[in-house]
Antibody, heavy 120, light 108 residues
């Protein structure tokens, strides 16, 4: 079964750090662009970051540039999001998502999400 | 950045109705548009990509159309399981993407 499973969310104080993980199974992970998408409580979806198959290209939404780092380990079929200098506005459910065929494509597989709460 | 505007933001309908949701891009995006369905507490699910191509396993009562700046998602005969929130997404501006604000479809 094609699956993505996120982990690593939790409660963190403003200015703190957190590392999210996404474990992939059921498909050739190294063949796909991967993204992180977040959803603040009661709000819509926001793309956060993505990474090319070999990790050579990484892109971020402006609001997280310089604070978040996306990475992947193809040997472990895993995607990561290192989040530093966290702010209250980063509070959200974070989803990892697979891009369907190429980088310019829709997200066809999503994880169940992991909640990140930034609060003192 | 390309802005995606959905209308309406919410509306009510009855089982069996035909409903249409509109998505407008702030600039032309060709057919680089997807539609997702999200139910409370669940991850989004891809319904349509390339503006009009049905994702595998999605019922044929869902259809998409449009190109350039104006797009529609149509559900031909609403079923109880279709009451959810729907999002459009543009991927023309790859490697960044933007979503519409969502349309919540409720039972009348």
């Amino acid at each position: 079964e094609v699956q993505l499973v996120e982990s690593g969310g939790g409660l963190v104080q403003p200015g703190g750090s957190l590392r999210l993980s996404c474990a992939a199974s059921g498909f050739t992970f190294s063949s796909y662009w991967m993204s992180w998408v977040r959803q603040a409580p009661g709000k819509g979806l926001e793309w956060v970051a993505n990474i090319k198959q070999d990790g050579s290209e990484k892109y971020y939404v402006d609001s997280v540039k310089g604070r978040f780092t996306i990475s992947r380990d193809n040997a472990k079929n895993s995607l990561y999001l290192q989040m530093n200098s966290l702010r209250a506005e980063d509070t959200a459910v974070y989803y990892c998502a697979r891009t369907r065929r190429s980088g310019r494509d829709a997200f066809d597989i999503w994880g169940q999400g992991t909640m990140v709460t930034v609060s003192s | 950045a390309i802005r995606m505007t959905q209308s309406p933001s919410s509306f009510s309908a009855s089982t069996g109705d035909r409903v249409t949701i509109t998505c407008r891009a702030s600039q032309g995006i060709s057919s680089y548009l997807a539609w997702y369905q999200q139910k409370p507490g669940k991850a989004p699910k891809l319904l349509i990509y390339a503006a009009s191509t049905l994702q595998s396993g999605v019922p044929s009562r869902f259809s998409g159309s449009g190109s350039g700046t104006d797009f529609t998602l149509t559900i031909s005969c609403l079923q109880s399981e279709d009451f959810a929130t729907y999002y459009c997404q543009q991927y023309y501006s790859y490697p960044s993407y933007t979503f519409g604000q969502g349309t919540k479809l409720e039972i009348k």
